[in-house]
C-alpha cells in the first residue's frame, strides 16, 4: 500500500512524502504555546484562535491513526538576492510569482487521499496552511528534514524551497525515522536577516519578519523597519536564499507551479500605478492578491522610498491623494526621501493641510521635520 501512495504521489508533483503518527510528536503545546505567550504572532490572531488544535492533531481529529507529509518544490531559477540589489525593481517572494500553492497543493493532496480511501475502509483529511496544523514540525517529526535556525524545513536532498502538506488518515502505517539537523554551526540565516527577527537560532519573532510585515500585517508599518525593507513588496526570502543546502538540491519547481516572468523583477514605477482592477488583474491565481491592493501599494511605496532615486520620485506624488490612508501615508514618507525640503513643503500645502486620517498627518508632520532637518544641516551656519 506504502509503495502505491509513494508512487502516486510523485506522479502527482510531490518531490517527498514521509509518515509520522501522533503519538511520535514532539511537545507541540509547549512549543506552540511559548510562541503565542511571547506575542510572537503579531496580530495573526488566528494562530492563538484554535490553539489547543493546532497543538494536537489528535484533538484535531479524534480518527487520525497516521500523518502523511508532503513537500513539493518551488526551486527558483535565480538567486533572490540578486533582486533585492536592483532598487528601481520590487521583490516578490519566490512562492508568491506563480500560481498560489494553497490551490495547487490542496488540489494534488485531495486526489492523493481519494487515491488512498479508494483503497480500502479508510477515511483522509487533508490540508495545506489553511487549517490550524504544524505542517513544519510535523513534517520533521515524519522524517522529510529538520527545520533550520530560520525555523524552515529543510532537507539535504531538497534545500528549502519547499512547500508543504499533510494528510491525516485512519489508516496504520509504520512511521519514518524523524529528521535529523544538519546546520552545524552554520548560522548564516541569522546573520543574513534585515531586521533581526530572529531572537535565538529556531526561533522567530514574526512581528519583526518582514514576510509578516509586508503580507500578513494589515496595518502602518513602523518606521524601524521601513528602511530595512529595502524594495522586498511581498514576503521575504533571504533567510532561505542564503542556506547552503540549497547548492545541494536536485529538485527543480514543479511545472504546476512554473514562476511567472512578468513577476520575477517587476518595475516599481509601473507596481505604483496599479488601482483595484489592475493589481487583481496583475496577481489572479497568486498568493499576491489575497493581501488586497492597499496593503500591497503601502509596500511598494516603501520600496519607492528606499530607491533612492528622484526619477521615482512622480511615482509617489502620484499616490499622495490615494483612496487608501495606508497607501497615502506611506506615499508621504517616499517623496520625504527622495524629495528636496522645498518640493516637500510644497506638496504638503498642496495634499497634506486637509488631511483627516491621523496617520497620514503624522506622516506629514514627519516628513517636514525631516526635511527641516535637512535644511539645518546643508544651511550655513
Ligand atoms: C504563521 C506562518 C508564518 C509566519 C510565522 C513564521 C514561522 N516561522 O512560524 C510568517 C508570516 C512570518 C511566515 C513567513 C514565511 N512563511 Co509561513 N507559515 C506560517 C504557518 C501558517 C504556521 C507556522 C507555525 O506554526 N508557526 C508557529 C511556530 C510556533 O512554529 P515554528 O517557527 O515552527 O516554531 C517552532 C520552533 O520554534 C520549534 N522550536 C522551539 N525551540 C526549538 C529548539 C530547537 C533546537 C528546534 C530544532 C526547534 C525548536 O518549536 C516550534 C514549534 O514546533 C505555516 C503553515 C502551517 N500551517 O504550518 C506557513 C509556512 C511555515 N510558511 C511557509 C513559507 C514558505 C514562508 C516564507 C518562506 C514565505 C516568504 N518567502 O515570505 C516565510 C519564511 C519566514 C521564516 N523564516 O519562517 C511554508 C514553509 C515551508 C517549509 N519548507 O518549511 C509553510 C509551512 C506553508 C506551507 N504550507 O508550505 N509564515
Ligand atoms: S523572511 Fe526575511 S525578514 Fe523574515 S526572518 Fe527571514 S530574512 Fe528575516
Ligand atoms: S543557513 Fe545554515 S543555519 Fe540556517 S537553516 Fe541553512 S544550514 Fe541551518
Known amino acids: 500500500m506504502r509503495r502505491l501512495v509513494e508512487a502516486r504521489a ?27 505567550e511571547e506575542g510572537a504572532h503579531g496580530t495573526m490572531d488566528w494562530m492563538a484562535e484554535r490553539a489547543d488544535q493546532r497543538a494536537s492533531p489528535v484533538g484535531l481529529w479524534p480518527g487520525l491513526r497516521s500523518i502523511l507529509v508532503l513537500a513539493m518544490s518551488y526551486r527558483p531559477e535565480d538567486d533572490p538576492l540578486d533582486l533585492v540589489a536592483r532598487t528601481d525593481r520590487g521583490a516578490v517572494a519566490a512562492y508568491a510569482r506563480r500560481r498560489d500553492y494553497h490551490e495547487v497543493l490542496k488540489g494534488r493532496l485531495k486526489e492523493l487521499g481519494g487515491y488512498l480511501s479508494a483503497k480500502g475502509d479508510v477515511r483522509v483529511k487533508v490540508f495545506c496552511d489553511t487549517a490550524p496544523v504544524m505542517e513544519k514540525t510535523l513534517a520533521e517529526a515524519a522524517g522529510l528534514g529538520w527545520q533550520g535556525k530560520h525555523t524552515v524545513l529543510l532537507s539535504r536532498e531538497h534545500g528549502n524551497w519547499l512547500l508543504l502538506g499533510a494528510i491525516y488518515t485512519s489508516a496504520e502505517f509504520e512511521p519514518d525515522a524523524p529528521g535529523r539537523g544538519h546546520c552545524g554551526s552554520c548560522r548564516a540565516c541569522l546573520d543574513i536577516c534585515p531586521t533581526d527577527a530572529f531572537p535565538a537560532p529556531y526561533r522567530l519573532d514574526a512581528r519583526r519578519c518582514i514576510s509578516y510585515l509586508t503580507i500578513e500585517h494589515a496595518g502602518p508599518i513602523a518606521d524601524e523597519f521601513r528602511t530595512a525593507i529595502g524594495n522586498r513588496v511581498f514576503g521575504c526570502d533571504d533567510c532561505l536564499a542564503v542556506c547552503p543546502w540549497n547548492k545541494f538540491a536536485r529538485t527543480a519547481a514543479d511545472a504546476r507551479l512554473a514562476a511567472r516572468a512578468d513577476l520575477e523583477a517587476p518595475a516599481l514605477a509601473e507596481l505604483a500605478e496599479l488601482d483595484d482592477a489592475s493589481f487583481r488583474k496583475l496577481f489572479a ?30 511615482s509617489a506624488i502620484a499616490r499622495l491623494d490615494d483612496a487608501s490612508p495606508l497607501v497615502r501615508g506611506m506615499a508621504v514618507w517616499a517623496c520625504g526621501r527622495l524629495l528636496e525640503p522645498d518640493a516637500v513643503r510644497a506638496l504638503h500645502r498642496r495634499h497634506g493641510v486637509a488631511e483627516t486620517d491621523s496617520h497620514v498627518r503624522d506622516e506629514w508632520s514627519a516628513a517636514t521635520a525631516l526635511t527641516e532637518l535637512r535644511l539645518g544641516e546643508t544651511s550655513p551656519a
Request: aromatic content about 6%.
Open 10 to 36: 510523485q506522479h502527482l508533483g510531490f518531490c517527498g512524502l514521509r509518515i509520522t503518527r501522533p503519538d511520535r510528536l514532539p511537545d507541540l503545546p509547549d512549543r506552540l504555546s511559548r510562541w503565542l
Open 285 to 314: 491565481g497568486t498568493p499576491v492578491k489575497r493581501t488586497g491592493r492597499d496593503r500591497f501599494l503601502r509596500n511598494v511605496m516603501i520600496a519607492v522610498g528606499n530607491s533612492g532615486d528622484p526619477r521615482l520620485a512622480g
